[in-house]
C-alpha cells in the first residue's frame, strides 16, 4: 500500500532505500563542505583520504562502496557529527501516515 509520503512500506524496507538516503546527506554535506573550503576533486580526495576516482563518484552520485567506518570519518573530517537513529517501524509509518 502506497503511503502519503509517496514512498512504499515495501521500499521503507529494503536496505537500498536507506543506503541511498545516506549516500544522499553525505553527497549534500560533501558540496557544502567543499565550497566553503574552496576545494576541487582533487583537493578534497586528499582530505577525506580517498581516491580521485572515489571522489569522482561520490560527486556524480554514483554511490560509494565505503565501510561504515569510513563513512564515519568523512562526516567527522568534514565537521560533520554523524548522528544515526533507530525508529520502530510501526511509530515510523505512523508518523509518515500523519504528515
Not at 36 to 61: C, H, P, R
Amino acid at each position: 500500500m502506497k503511503k502519503k509520503t509517496g514512498v512504499s512500506e515495501k521500499l521503507l524496507n529494503e536496505p537500498s532505500y536507506w543506503i541511498e538516503e545516506i549516500n544522499g546527506m553525505l553527497y549534500d554535506a560533501i558540496l557544502v563542505y567543499m565550497q566553503e573550503k574552496k576545494f576541487n576533486k582533487t583537493q578534497l580526495a586528499v582530505d577525506l583520504e580517498i581516491t580521485k576516482k572515489q571522489a569522482s563518484q561520490l560527486l556524480n552520485g554514483e554511490g560509494n562502496d565505503f565501510s561504515l567506518e569510513k563513512i564515519l570519518e568523512i562526516s567527522l573530517t568534514i565537521g560533520k557529527f554523524p548522528v544515526f537513529n533507530l525508529e520502530d517501524k510501526k511509530e515510523y509509518l505512523s508518523k509518515k501516515k500523519g504528515h
